[in-house]
């Protein structure tokens, strides 16, 4: 193991990591919202879009993330949409983490009972209401483990990013194994970068499903 290699090129690892998280966090948070609001028209079966929402998730969970990156960095300019690597690794993200956070949310609202829904509009609340207080309190907690895992398995799949010319963590491991052929440092410094990132996540999740488990939540 050449330490000095390790040492001379940490700051580009550094400068990746950055820019892997950046894109990651942006493209969850979209892929949080997207996913609850196609969770939503499915629930709630609203005309129309609920078949559309059906047949997104279907696409989005069968095809590939290389494919559906491919079609955005390369496709998209055949019709005149020109988009940034960055911009296309955050919408990816956004399409292929927005049905499996769909999916886990699903699992939370449907273990809500129906008569507590019932309940509530028998009071007078209203849809937005009844989602607000009712539903989504147990939902989120319920679901909480899925969302986790989906998280993470979303970090995990930037990885593919260095095929459209972004410059991530993968594709400086592999522009540093191109040119140098330090295969075992490239590699070494990959995968502690990935850990810097994960770990303290795990960690915090963890932390935070352990309170919700223990309040009675999420089992």
Same mark, same amino acid.
């Given at each position: 193991?050449?330490?000095?290699?390790?040492?001379?090129?940490?700051?580009?690892?550094?400068?990746?990591?950055?820019?892997?998280?950046?894109?990651?966090?942006?493209?969850?948070?979209?892929?949080?919202?997207?996913?609850?609001?196609?969770?939503?028209?499915?629930?709630?079966?609203?005309?129309?879009?609920?078949? #559309?929402?059906?047949?997104?998730?279907?696409?989005?969970?069968?095809?590939?993330?290389?494919?559906?990156?491919?079609?955005?960095?390369?496709?998209?300019?055949?019709?005149?949409?020109?988009?940034?690597?960055?911009?296309?690794?955050?919408?990816?993200?956004?399409?292929?983490?927005?049905?499996?956070?769909?999916?886990?949310?699903?699992?939370?609202?449907?273990?809500?009972?129906?008569?507590?829904?019932?309940?509530?509009?028998?009071?007078?609340?209203?849809?937005?209401?009844?989602?607000?207080?009712? %539903?989504?309190?147990?939902?989120?907690?319920?679901?909480?483990?899925?969302? &986790?895992?989906?998280?993470?398995?979303? %970090?995990?799949?930037?990885? #593919? *990013?260095?095929?459209?010319? &972004?410059?991530?963590?993968?594709?400086?491991?592999?522009?540093? %194994?191109? &040119?140098?052929?330090?295969?075992?440092?490239?590699?070494?410094? &990959?995968?502690?970068?990935?850990?810097?990132?994960?770990?303290? %996540?795990?960690?915090? *999740?963890?932390?935070?499903?352990?309170?919700?488990?223990?309040?009675?939540?999420?089992?």
């Amino acid at each position: 193991m050449d330490l000095e290699f390790i040492v001379e090129f940490v700051p580009l690892y550094i400068e990746a990591g950055k820019l892997t998280f950046t894109i990651a966090f942006i493209g969850i948070i979209g892929a949080i919202i997207f996913g609850l609001m196609t969770c939503l028209l499915r629930y709630f079966k609203v005309p129309l879009l609920d078949k #559309v929402s059906t047949i997104y998730i279907e696409l989005s969970r069968n095809t590939p993330l290389l494919i559906q990156l491919f079609f955005l960095y390369f496709g998209l300019p055949k019709v005149g949409i020109v988009l940034s690597s960055e911009v296309c690794g955050v919408f990816g993200l956004i399409f292929l983490g927005g049905s499996y956070m769909s999916e886990a949310f699903r699992s939370g609202f449907e273990a809500v009972e129906e008569t507590q829904v019932e309940s509530g509009l028998s009071i007078g609340l209203k849809n937005s209401q009844v989602i607000r207080y009712i %539903i989504l309190p147990q939902a989120l907690t319920i679901s909480f483990p899925a969302l &986790l895992a989906n998280i993470i398995f979303l %970090i995990k799949e930037t990885s #593919v *990013f260095s095929v459209i010319a &972004l410059a991530d963590l993968m594709y400086v491991a592999k522009d540093l %194994i191109g &040119l140098y052929y330090n295969t075992d440092e490239a590699l070494f410094m &990959l995968v502690v970068s990935y850990a810097v990132i994960l770990l303290p %996540i795990l960690m915090v *999740f963890y932390f935070v499903e352990r309170k919700l488990r223990y309040a009675g939540f999420g089992n």
